[in-house]
Protein backbone atom coordinates (compact mmCIF):
# COMPACT_ATOMS: atom_id res chain seq x y z
CA UNK A 1 0.00 0.00 0.00
CA UNK A 2 2.86 2.31 0.98
CA UNK A 3 4.72 1.25 -2.28
CA UNK A 4 1.36 2.75 -4.21
CA UNK A 5 1.28 5.84 -2.83
CA UNK A 6 4.80 6.44 -3.38
CA UNK A 7 4.61 5.41 -7.02
CA UNK A 8 1.46 7.71 -7.16
CA UNK A 9 3.24 10.67 -5.33
CA UNK A 10 6.15 10.43 -7.95
CA UNK A 11 4.19 10.14 -11.01
CA UNK A 12 2.15 13.03 -9.95
CA UNK A 13 5.53 15.70 -10.02
CA UNK A 14 7.37 15.53 -6.61
CA UNK A 15 10.26 17.65 -5.72
CA UNK A 16 12.17 14.31 -6.66
CA UNK A 17 10.31 13.16 -9.97
CA UNK A 18 10.87 16.48 -11.33
CA UNK A 19 14.48 17.20 -10.53
CA UNK A 20 15.17 13.79 -12.38
CA UNK A 21 13.26 15.78 -15.46
CA UNK A 22 15.77 18.52 -15.17
CA UNK A 23 19.08 16.17 -15.31
CA UNK A 24 16.99 14.46 -18.58
CA UNK A 25 16.58 17.90 -19.79
CA UNK A 26 20.65 19.02 -19.45
CA UNK A 27 21.83 15.30 -20.66
CA UNK A 28 19.18 15.09 -23.60
CA UNK A 29 21.19 17.39 -26.13
CA UNK A 30 18.50 16.42 -29.14
CA UNK A 31 15.62 17.80 -27.06
CA UNK A 32 17.63 20.97 -25.98
CA UNK A 33 15.64 23.92 -26.94
CA UNK A 34 16.45 26.42 -29.57
CA UNK A 35 18.25 29.54 -28.44
CA UNK A 36 16.16 32.74 -28.68
CA UNK A 37 18.12 35.25 -31.01
CA UNK A 38 17.05 38.31 -28.93
CA UNK A 39 19.70 40.44 -30.83
CA UNK A 40 16.93 40.23 -33.70
CA UNK A 41 13.60 40.89 -32.13
CA UNK A 42 12.55 44.41 -32.64
CA UNK A 43 8.55 44.02 -32.58
CA UNK A 44 7.45 43.12 -29.04
CA UNK A 45 4.28 42.84 -27.04
CA UNK A 46 3.79 45.56 -24.32
CA UNK A 47 5.10 44.82 -20.79
CA UNK A 48 1.89 43.76 -19.11
CA UNK A 49 2.93 46.76 -16.45
CA UNK A 50 2.59 49.24 -19.48
CA UNK A 51 -0.16 48.00 -20.87
CA UNK A 52 -2.76 47.67 -17.73
CA UNK A 53 -1.70 51.79 -17.61
CA UNK A 54 -3.75 52.22 -20.38
CA UNK A 55 -4.83 49.34 -22.86
CA UNK A 56 -5.87 51.50 -25.38
CA UNK A 57 -2.69 53.48 -25.97
CA UNK A 58 -1.31 50.14 -27.58
CA UNK A 59 -4.33 48.44 -29.44
CA UNK A 60 -5.14 49.21 -33.18
CA UNK A 61 -9.03 50.73 -33.50
CA UNK A 62 -9.07 50.19 -37.58
CA UNK A 63 -6.66 48.40 -38.75
CA UNK A 64 -4.49 45.09 -37.49
CA UNK A 65 -0.70 44.91 -39.21
CA UNK A 66 1.25 42.08 -38.61
CA UNK A 67 0.92 38.70 -36.34
CA UNK A 68 -0.13 40.40 -32.69
CA UNK A 69 -3.66 41.58 -33.33
CA UNK A 70 -4.83 39.62 -35.90
CA UNK A 71 -8.58 38.24 -35.71
CA UNK A 72 -9.67 40.90 -33.13
CA UNK A 73 -13.20 41.06 -34.39
CA UNK A 74 -13.54 44.75 -34.17
CA UNK A 75 -10.69 45.03 -36.68
CA UNK A 76 -12.61 42.34 -39.70
CA UNK A 77 -14.10 45.31 -41.54
CA UNK A 78 -10.87 46.79 -42.47
CA UNK A 79 -9.63 43.26 -44.77
CA UNK A 80 -11.39 43.85 -47.32
CA UNK A 81 -10.14 47.24 -47.89
CA UNK A 82 -7.15 45.46 -47.67
CA UNK A 83 -8.29 43.18 -50.26
CA UNK A 84 -9.45 45.71 -52.42
CA UNK A 85 -6.07 47.74 -51.92
CA UNK A 86 -4.47 44.43 -53.42
CA UNK A 87 -5.66 44.07 -56.45
CA UNK A 88 -5.72 48.27 -57.04
CA UNK A 89 -1.94 48.40 -56.36
CA UNK A 90 -0.99 45.33 -58.55
CA UNK A 91 -3.29 46.98 -61.06
CA UNK A 92 -0.44 49.37 -61.88
CA UNK A 93 1.85 47.07 -62.40
CA UNK A 94 2.69 46.13 -65.82
CA UNK A 95 3.33 42.69 -64.90
CA UNK A 96 0.37 42.34 -62.28
CA UNK A 97 0.24 38.26 -61.34
CA UNK A 98 3.96 37.87 -62.07
CA UNK A 99 5.21 40.48 -59.87
CA UNK A 100 2.76 39.31 -57.52
CA UNK A 101 4.28 36.08 -57.26
CA UNK A 102 8.07 37.31 -57.18
CA UNK A 103 7.14 39.71 -54.29
CA UNK A 104 5.44 36.44 -52.57
CA UNK A 105 8.88 34.54 -53.32
CA UNK A 106 10.56 36.93 -52.15
CA UNK A 107 8.44 36.61 -48.76
CA UNK A 108 8.80 33.08 -48.81
CA UNK A 109 13.01 33.69 -48.92
CA UNK A 110 12.46 35.92 -46.14
CA UNK A 111 10.24 34.42 -43.58
CA UNK A 112 12.72 32.92 -41.35
CA UNK A 113 13.86 36.39 -40.51
CA UNK A 114 10.84 37.71 -40.58
CA UNK A 115 9.79 35.75 -37.81
CA UNK A 116 13.03 36.54 -35.78
CA UNK A 117 12.09 40.12 -35.90
CA UNK A 118 9.28 39.18 -33.39
CA UNK A 119 10.32 38.54 -29.58
CA UNK A 120 9.01 35.71 -28.11
CA UNK A 121 8.17 33.50 -30.94
CA UNK A 122 4.89 35.60 -31.27
CA UNK A 123 4.77 34.34 -35.06
CA UNK A 124 4.83 30.46 -34.20
CA UNK A 125 1.19 29.89 -34.05
CA UNK A 126 1.11 30.75 -37.95
CA UNK A 127 2.14 28.46 -40.63
CA UNK A 128 4.93 29.21 -43.09
CA UNK A 129 2.10 30.12 -45.92
CA UNK A 130 0.07 31.84 -43.88
CA UNK A 131 2.45 34.17 -42.85
CA UNK A 132 3.14 34.99 -45.77
CA UNK A 133 0.13 35.58 -46.93
CA UNK A 134 -0.11 38.22 -44.40
CA UNK A 135 2.43 40.28 -44.76
CA UNK A 136 1.77 40.31 -48.44
CA UNK A 137 -1.78 41.68 -48.09
CA UNK A 138 -0.47 44.19 -45.03
CA UNK A 139 2.64 45.37 -46.53
CA UNK A 140 0.48 45.94 -50.11
CA UNK A 141 -2.34 47.69 -48.35
CA UNK A 142 0.62 50.16 -46.31
CA UNK A 143 1.82 50.95 -49.26
CA UNK A 144 -1.13 51.88 -51.52
CA UNK A 145 -2.39 53.69 -48.29
CA UNK A 146 1.03 55.39 -48.67
CA UNK A 147 0.87 56.76 -52.29
CA UNK A 148 -3.02 57.51 -52.17
CA UNK A 149 -2.46 59.70 -49.33
CA UNK A 150 0.35 61.56 -50.89
CA UNK A 151 -2.37 62.78 -53.72
CA UNK A 152 -5.18 63.03 -51.79
CA UNK A 153 -6.38 66.13 -54.03
CA UNK A 154 -6.12 63.95 -57.19
CA UNK A 155 -8.04 60.60 -56.10
CA UNK A 156 -10.82 60.51 -57.78
CA UNK A 157 -11.42 57.11 -56.56
CA UNK A 158 -15.10 57.73 -54.82
CA UNK A 159 -15.61 54.47 -53.41
CA UNK A 160 -12.00 54.63 -51.49
CA UNK A 161 -13.40 55.38 -47.90
CA UNK A 162 -9.84 55.90 -46.07
CA UNK A 163 -9.02 59.05 -48.62
CA UNK A 164 -12.82 60.60 -48.21
CA UNK A 165 -12.93 60.14 -44.55
CA UNK A 166 -10.33 62.32 -42.70
CA UNK A 167 -11.12 60.81 -39.25
CA UNK A 168 -10.65 57.22 -40.92
CA UNK A 169 -7.26 58.47 -42.27
CA UNK A 170 -6.20 59.33 -39.27
CA UNK A 171 -7.01 57.15 -37.24
CA UNK A 172 -5.23 54.27 -39.08
CA UNK A 173 -1.95 56.70 -39.13
CA UNK A 174 -2.18 56.55 -35.46
CA UNK A 175 -2.73 52.31 -36.04
CA UNK A 176 0.19 51.98 -37.91
CA UNK A 177 3.15 53.39 -35.55
CA UNK A 178 1.72 51.34 -32.52
CA UNK A 179 4.93 48.91 -31.46
CA UNK A 180 1.88 46.02 -31.56
CA UNK A 181 0.99 46.57 -35.28
CA UNK A 182 4.17 46.49 -37.09
CA UNK A 183 5.96 44.65 -40.02
CA UNK A 184 9.62 44.83 -40.41
CA UNK A 185 10.40 47.42 -42.40
CA UNK A 186 12.58 45.96 -44.92
CA UNK A 187 9.89 44.09 -46.49
CA UNK A 188 8.59 47.72 -47.61
CA UNK A 189 11.72 49.02 -48.94
CA UNK A 190 11.77 45.95 -51.12
CA UNK A 191 8.05 46.26 -52.38
CA UNK A 192 9.01 49.86 -53.31
CA UNK A 193 12.62 50.20 -55.18
CA UNK A 194 11.09 46.74 -56.98
CA UNK A 195 7.35 46.89 -57.78
CA UNK A 196 6.33 50.21 -57.22
CA UNK A 197 6.25 51.70 -60.59
CA UNK A 198 8.18 55.62 -61.43
CA UNK A 199 5.17 57.01 -62.08
CA UNK A 200 3.77 56.39 -58.78
CA UNK A 201 7.24 57.78 -56.94
CA UNK A 202 7.05 61.24 -58.18
CA UNK A 203 9.16 63.09 -55.53
CA UNK A 204 9.69 60.10 -52.81
CA UNK A 205 12.87 58.06 -54.72
CA UNK A 206 12.86 55.82 -51.35
CA UNK A 207 10.51 54.18 -49.12
CA UNK A 208 11.71 56.16 -46.55
CA UNK A 209 10.57 59.63 -47.96
CA UNK A 210 7.63 58.30 -48.55
CA UNK A 211 7.24 57.18 -45.19
CA UNK A 212 8.40 60.12 -43.51
CA UNK A 213 5.99 62.25 -45.49
CA UNK A 214 2.83 59.95 -44.37
CA UNK A 215 3.78 61.04 -40.47
CA UNK A 216 5.31 64.26 -41.35
CA UNK A 217 2.49 65.54 -38.38
CA UNK A 218 4.86 63.64 -35.95
CA UNK A 219 8.24 65.85 -37.15
CA UNK A 220 9.20 69.13 -35.74
CA UNK A 221 7.64 71.78 -38.09
CA UNK A 222 10.98 73.37 -38.90
CA UNK A 223 13.09 70.22 -39.62
CA UNK A 224 10.22 68.85 -41.86
CA UNK A 225 10.58 72.62 -43.71
CA UNK A 226 13.94 71.83 -44.30
CA UNK A 227 13.46 68.00 -45.10
CA UNK A 228 11.03 69.40 -47.82
CA UNK A 229 13.23 71.87 -49.41
CA UNK A 230 16.30 69.79 -49.22
CA UNK A 231 16.86 66.64 -51.22
CA UNK A 232 18.55 64.00 -49.10
CA UNK A 233 17.67 65.82 -45.87
CA UNK A 234 15.57 62.61 -45.06
CA UNK A 235 18.63 60.39 -45.17
CA UNK A 236 19.97 62.32 -43.01
CA UNK A 237 17.51 62.46 -40.37
CA UNK A 238 16.76 58.45 -40.70
CA UNK A 239 20.93 58.59 -39.64
CA UNK A 240 19.48 60.32 -35.98
CA UNK A 241 18.39 56.66 -34.67
CA UNK A 242 20.71 54.67 -32.89
CA UNK A 243 20.89 50.74 -33.04
CA UNK A 244 20.75 48.13 -30.74
CA UNK A 245 24.02 46.88 -29.23
CA UNK A 246 24.98 43.88 -30.88
CA UNK A 247 22.45 44.26 -33.88
CA UNK A 248 24.41 43.98 -37.39
CA UNK A 249 21.64 45.27 -39.18
CA UNK A 250 22.72 47.75 -41.69
CA UNK A 251 20.93 50.32 -43.83
CA UNK A 252 22.52 48.04 -46.68
CA UNK A 253 21.35 44.96 -45.80
CA UNK A 254 17.74 46.05 -44.55
CA UNK A 255 17.76 47.35 -48.41
CA UNK A 256 17.47 50.92 -47.14
CA UNK A 257 18.65 53.45 -50.02
CA UNK A 258 21.00 55.10 -47.27
CA UNK A 259 23.54 52.99 -46.89
CA UNK A 260 25.73 54.50 -44.68
CA UNK A 261 22.81 54.65 -41.67
CA UNK A 262 20.76 52.38 -40.08
CA UNK A 263 17.02 52.13 -41.60
CA UNK A 264 14.47 51.84 -38.90
CA UNK A 265 12.91 48.99 -37.99
CA UNK A 266 9.59 49.65 -38.21
CA UNK A 267 7.09 52.62 -38.10
CA UNK A 268 7.65 52.84 -34.26
CA UNK A 269 11.59 53.33 -34.72
CA UNK A 270 10.87 55.76 -37.67
CA UNK A 271 9.06 58.12 -35.36
CA UNK A 272 11.33 57.67 -32.75
CA UNK A 273 14.26 58.76 -35.07
CA UNK A 274 12.65 62.42 -35.80
CA UNK A 275 12.94 62.81 -32.12
CA UNK A 276 16.72 62.48 -31.34
CA UNK A 277 19.78 63.27 -32.89
CA UNK A 278 23.11 60.93 -33.42
CA UNK A 279 24.94 64.53 -33.91
CA UNK A 280 24.21 65.75 -30.49
CA UNK A 281 25.23 61.79 -28.33
CA UNK A 282 24.67 62.35 -24.97
CA UNK A 283 26.04 60.70 -22.09
CA UNK A 284 24.01 58.91 -19.96
CA UNK A 285 24.74 59.65 -16.07
CA UNK A 286 22.73 58.85 -12.72
CA UNK A 287 19.36 60.49 -12.16
CA UNK A 288 18.56 63.16 -9.75
CA UNK A 289 15.32 64.29 -8.80
CA UNK A 290 14.60 68.33 -9.97
CA UNK A 291 12.93 71.29 -8.96
CA UNK A 292 9.26 71.42 -10.58
CA UNK A 293 9.10 74.77 -13.31
CA UNK A 294 7.61 77.16 -10.88
CA UNK A 295 10.73 76.56 -8.21
CA UNK A 296 12.73 77.01 -10.83
CA UNK A 297 11.12 80.25 -11.86
CA UNK A 298 11.14 81.43 -8.76
CA UNK A 299 15.50 81.02 -9.16
CA UNK A 300 15.38 83.30 -11.54
CA UNK A 301 15.40 80.41 -14.54
CA UNK A 302 13.81 81.37 -18.05
CA UNK A 303 11.54 78.71 -20.03
CA UNK A 304 12.07 79.80 -23.80
CA UNK A 305 10.65 77.62 -26.37
CA UNK A 306 13.24 76.84 -29.25
CA UNK A 307 12.80 75.74 -32.96
CA UNK A 308 14.71 73.93 -35.83
CA UNK A 309 15.92 71.54 -32.91
CA UNK A 310 15.28 68.17 -31.56
CA UNK A 311 12.52 66.57 -29.28
CA UNK A 312 14.72 65.49 -26.68
CA UNK A 313 17.22 68.29 -27.16
CA UNK A 314 16.76 70.42 -24.09
CA UNK A 315 19.54 73.22 -23.24
CA UNK A 316 20.56 75.05 -20.05
CA UNK A 317 22.47 78.51 -21.04
CA UNK A 318 23.69 80.93 -18.54
CA UNK A 319 26.78 83.61 -18.70
CA UNK A 320 27.89 82.98 -15.13
CA UNK A 321 29.41 87.01 -15.07
CA UNK A 322 26.34 88.21 -16.54
CA UNK A 323 23.42 85.75 -14.31
CA UNK A 324 24.07 88.04 -11.40
CA UNK A 325 21.94 90.45 -13.12
CA UNK A 326 18.94 88.16 -13.30
CA UNK A 327 16.38 90.99 -12.54
CA UNK A 328 17.43 92.42 -15.91
CA UNK A 329 16.32 90.05 -18.24
CA UNK A 330 13.21 91.65 -19.27
CA UNK A 331 14.86 94.75 -20.77
CA UNK A 332 15.38 94.45 -24.76
CA UNK A 333 17.95 92.50 -25.89
CA UNK A 334 19.14 90.77 -22.30
CA UNK A 335 19.17 87.42 -23.50
CA UNK A 336 22.86 86.89 -21.90
CA UNK A 337 21.49 88.38 -18.77
CA UNK A 338 18.95 85.36 -18.19
CA UNK A 339 19.13 81.80 -17.52
CA UNK A 340 17.74 79.82 -20.00
CA UNK A 341 16.47 75.94 -20.13
CA UNK A 342 15.65 76.16 -23.94
CA UNK A 343 12.97 73.73 -25.11
CA UNK A 344 11.04 72.48 -28.15
CA UNK A 345 7.95 73.22 -27.90
CA UNK A 346 5.70 69.91 -26.92
CA UNK A 347 2.04 69.72 -28.58
CA UNK A 348 -0.08 68.05 -26.69
CA UNK A 349 -3.47 66.79 -28.07
CA UNK A 350 -5.47 63.61 -27.99
CA UNK A 351 -2.81 61.20 -29.83
CA UNK A 352 0.11 62.52 -27.59
CA UNK A 353 -0.37 59.59 -25.10
CA UNK A 354 -0.68 57.31 -27.25
CA UNK A 355 2.47 58.14 -29.09
CA UNK A 356 4.99 58.65 -26.70
CA UNK A 357 3.63 55.51 -24.54
CA UNK A 358 4.39 53.14 -27.72
CA UNK A 359 7.67 55.23 -28.25
CA UNK A 360 8.68 54.12 -24.05
CA UNK A 361 7.42 50.97 -24.73
CA UNK A 362 9.41 50.15 -27.71
CA UNK A 363 12.89 52.17 -25.57
CA UNK A 364 12.12 49.91 -22.50
CA UNK A 365 12.50 46.98 -24.90
CA UNK A 366 14.95 47.47 -27.30
CA UNK A 367 16.91 50.65 -26.47
CA UNK A 368 17.13 50.16 -22.63
CA UNK A 369 20.82 51.19 -22.64
CA UNK A 370 19.79 54.53 -24.76
CA UNK A 371 16.04 55.85 -23.29
CA UNK A 372 16.09 59.14 -25.40
CA UNK A 373 12.52 59.53 -24.86
CA UNK A 374 12.10 57.78 -21.61
CA UNK A 375 14.31 60.42 -20.65
CA UNK A 376 12.50 63.09 -21.67
CA UNK A 377 9.13 62.22 -20.55
CA UNK A 378 11.10 61.67 -17.42
CA UNK A 379 12.53 65.26 -17.67
CA UNK A 380 9.27 67.08 -18.50
CA UNK A 381 7.36 65.26 -15.65
CA UNK A 382 10.10 66.09 -13.02
CA UNK A 383 9.19 69.83 -14.38
CA UNK A 384 5.28 69.33 -13.71
CA UNK A 385 3.82 68.49 -10.50
CA UNK A 386 0.57 70.72 -10.60
CA UNK A 387 -1.48 73.16 -13.24
CA UNK A 388 0.23 75.71 -12.18
CA UNK A 389 3.57 74.47 -13.78
CA UNK A 390 1.43 73.68 -16.82
CA UNK A 391 0.41 77.14 -16.72
CA UNK A 392 3.59 78.28 -16.86
CA UNK A 393 5.08 76.51 -19.55
CA UNK A 394 2.05 77.46 -21.55
CA UNK A 395 2.82 81.09 -20.65
CA UNK A 396 6.18 80.48 -22.21
CA UNK A 397 5.06 78.69 -25.04
CA UNK A 398 6.77 75.22 -24.26
CA UNK A 399 3.79 73.19 -24.07
CA UNK A 400 0.68 73.93 -26.41
CA UNK A 401 -2.59 71.78 -26.12
CA UNK A 402 -5.93 70.87 -26.76
CA UNK A 403 -7.03 68.96 -24.18
CA UNK A 404 -9.26 70.18 -21.83
CA UNK A 405 -7.58 72.37 -19.07
CA UNK A 406 -4.35 72.59 -17.93
CA UNK A 407 -4.85 69.63 -14.89
CA UNK A 408 -5.82 67.29 -17.60
CA UNK A 409 -2.07 67.92 -19.14
CA UNK A 410 -0.78 67.40 -15.87
CA UNK A 411 -2.22 64.40 -14.91
CA UNK A 412 -1.10 63.03 -18.52
CA UNK A 413 2.42 63.48 -18.05
CA UNK A 414 2.61 62.19 -14.29
CA UNK A 415 0.88 59.48 -15.80
CA UNK A 416 3.65 58.44 -18.83
CA UNK A 417 6.09 57.34 -16.52
CA UNK A 418 4.39 54.93 -13.91
CA UNK A 419 6.54 51.63 -13.75
CA UNK A 420 9.05 52.88 -16.70
CA UNK A 421 12.70 52.05 -15.54
CA UNK A 422 15.81 54.41 -16.12
CA UNK A 423 18.74 53.85 -13.84
CA UNK A 424 20.37 56.81 -15.86
CA UNK A 425 19.48 60.03 -17.82
CA UNK A 426 21.29 61.87 -20.43
CA UNK A 427 19.89 64.88 -18.87
CA UNK A 428 22.11 64.35 -15.62
CA UNK A 429 24.53 67.39 -16.24
CA UNK A 430 21.48 69.81 -16.87
CA UNK A 431 19.60 68.35 -13.43
CA UNK A 432 23.22 69.05 -12.12
CA UNK A 433 23.26 72.51 -13.06
CA UNK A 434 19.58 73.69 -12.33
CA UNK A 435 20.11 72.25 -8.95
CA UNK A 436 22.96 73.99 -8.17
CA UNK A 437 21.38 77.27 -9.53
CA UNK A 438 18.59 76.86 -7.55
CA UNK A 439 20.40 76.78 -4.06
CA UNK A 440 22.09 80.30 -5.09
CA UNK A 441 19.86 82.65 -2.67
CA UNK A 442 21.47 85.40 -4.41
CA UNK A 443 19.45 83.93 -7.59
CA UNK A 444 16.27 83.77 -5.72
CA UNK A 445 16.59 87.24 -4.69
CA UNK A 446 18.07 88.51 -8.18
CA UNK A 447 13.62 86.30 -9.44
CA UNK A 448 12.57 88.03 -7.19
CA UNK A 449 12.97 91.49 -7.81
CA UNK A 450 12.48 90.52 -11.60
CA UNK A 451 9.33 89.21 -10.80
CA UNK A 452 8.05 92.26 -8.81
CA UNK A 453 9.45 95.01 -10.57
CA UNK A 454 11.21 93.60 -13.70
CA UNK A 455 8.43 91.71 -14.72
CA UNK A 456 8.13 93.15 -18.69
CA UNK A 457 9.92 96.10 -20.06
CA UNK A 458 7.94 98.52 -19.53
CA UNK A 459 7.60 97.76 -15.50
CA UNK A 460 11.53 97.24 -15.43
CA UNK A 461 11.66 100.83 -16.78
CA UNK A 462 9.51 102.31 -14.69
CA UNK A 463 11.15 100.71 -11.48
CA UNK A 464 14.16 101.60 -13.15
CA UNK A 465 13.09 105.78 -13.57
CA UNK A 466 11.44 105.13 -9.94
CA UNK A 467 14.96 104.42 -8.69
CA UNK A 468 16.89 107.36 -10.16
CA UNK A 469 13.72 109.84 -9.15
CA UNK A 470 14.52 108.76 -5.01
CA UNK A 471 18.18 109.06 -5.60
CA UNK A 472 17.87 112.60 -7.52
CA UNK A 473 15.55 113.50 -4.20
CA UNK A 474 17.93 112.05 -1.75
CA UNK A 475 20.77 114.37 -3.04
CA UNK A 476 18.55 117.28 -3.53
CA UNK A 477 17.15 116.79 0.11
CA UNK A 478 21.26 116.51 1.41
CA UNK A 479 22.39 120.12 -0.47
CA UNK A 480 19.33 121.60 1.26
CA UNK A 481 20.46 120.47 4.85
CA UNK A 482 24.23 121.15 3.90
CA UNK A 483 25.18 117.90 3.50
CA UNK A 484 26.62 118.03 0.14
CA UNK A 485 28.18 121.78 -1.34
CA UNK A 486 26.07 123.65 -4.05
CA UNK A 487 28.39 123.45 -7.00
Not at 49 to 66: C, D, F, H, M, W
Amino acid sequence: MASNDHTTDSSSGSPASEYEKWKQHIIDIENEPKDLKTTEWNIYKVPFNLRKLNEEAYTPQSVSIGPIHRGLESLNPMQEQKLRYLKLFWSHCENKTKDMDKFKEFLEVEERNIRECYAEKLCDKFEREELVMMMLLDSVFIMELFLRTQNVEKQTDPDDIIVKQSWLNKSIQRDLLLLENQIPFLILEKLYSTFVPDFRKKKHATFIELASDYFACYHNEKCDEERKSSPGCVQIRMNCGTSKKGDSTSGEKTGSSDSKGESPKHFTDLIRSFNICKDDPKEFKERFPLKNATKLRESGVSFEKVDNRCLVDIKFKKVKCLSWFLCLGCMPNSTYLKARLEILELKVDNTTECVLRNLIAFEQCHYPTQPYICNYVSFIDSLIQTKDDVELLVEKEVIMHELGSDREVATLVNGLCKHVVTDKTCYADIIDSLNKHYKRRWYRTMAILRLVYFRDAWRGSSTVIGIIVLILTIINFCRIFGLFPWP
